[in-house]
């Protein structure tokens, strides 16, 4: 049974990210505090219970962006309909959980996204507020994914642009070198916002992963 591919927005983003990827690829986007809906931010547990609560009956290929990676892999630790995951731009990098740190690498990604794409990068953040902006970061923040990945049986497929400084290259490479099936796979030129601004890259590995297979790109 193939199974269906579930996308959790990244943090202050909605469905609107994801747009031009699903027209490419079939996928379901589930929506939760702070990553497509506004509203408090429960625990980083609980956001990733509701997302288990979410999924159907078959087994699904979870993909995360950004903060929500750590929502999916956290879901994947107790679910065994996950059959495996794509983290897009993962976080949080040690190095990026003081204010400083996060957005000087920000404003040094930001520069390296499409600049027509900010219009709807806005409009999304205005939906989903600071409010629960902020509360997300303040439940993901403290959440060590890499100490989570070593228990997943399920392949994993890690996803950075070359111009992403949220996800450096040696972050993402031993993020993939944690998860006993992991894989780094790195989009030339595409920054952090590989979901809305490189579609056609990206569906290439979430269609591979949900055949089961794996991309041979990067």
């Known amino acids: 049974m193939t199974p269906q591919l579930v996308l959790v927005p990244g943090l202050g983003l909605d469905e609107r990210s994801s747009a031009r ?6 996928a379901r986007v589930v929506a939760l505090p702070g990553m497509g809906l506004r509203g408090p931010v429960p625990r980083l547990d609980e956001l990733a219970d509701r997302l288990r609560n979410a999924l159907g009956e078959g087994p699904a290929v979870l993909v995360g962006h950004s903060q929500s990676c750590q929502v ?4 994947a630790q107790l679910d065994p309909r996950v059959d495996g995951l794509v983290l897009l731009g993962p976080t949080t990098d040690p190095r990026l959980r003081s204010a400083r740190g996060l957005t000087a690498r920000w ?3 930001f520069w390296h996204e499409q600049w027509r794409g900010l219009p709807r990068m806005a409009a999304q953040w ?5 409010r629960a902006m902020r509360g997300l970061w303040r439940s993901a923040e403290p959440d060590h994914i890499e100490a989570r990945l070593p228990d997943l049986r399920v392949p994993v497929v890690v996803v950075r642009g070359t111009r992403d400084r949220l996800c450096p290259h040696d972050w993402a490479a031993g993020l993939a070198a944690a998860a006993p099936r992991g894989r780094l ?3 030339p ?6 979901p809305q601004t ?21």
């Open 198 to 218: 490189h579609p056609a890259d990206v569906a290439v590995v979430l269609s591979s992963l949900a055949a089961g297979g794996s991309s041979s790109s990067g």
């Open 185 to 187: 796979v790195e989009i």
């Open 126 to 130: 205005l939906t989903i507020g600071p």
């Open 189 to 194: 030129g595409a920054a952090h916002m590989t």
């Open 21 to 26: 990827l699903r027209r490419i690829v079939p």
């Open 72 to 75: 999916v892999v956290a879901a």
């Open 107 to 109: 404003l040094r990604t």
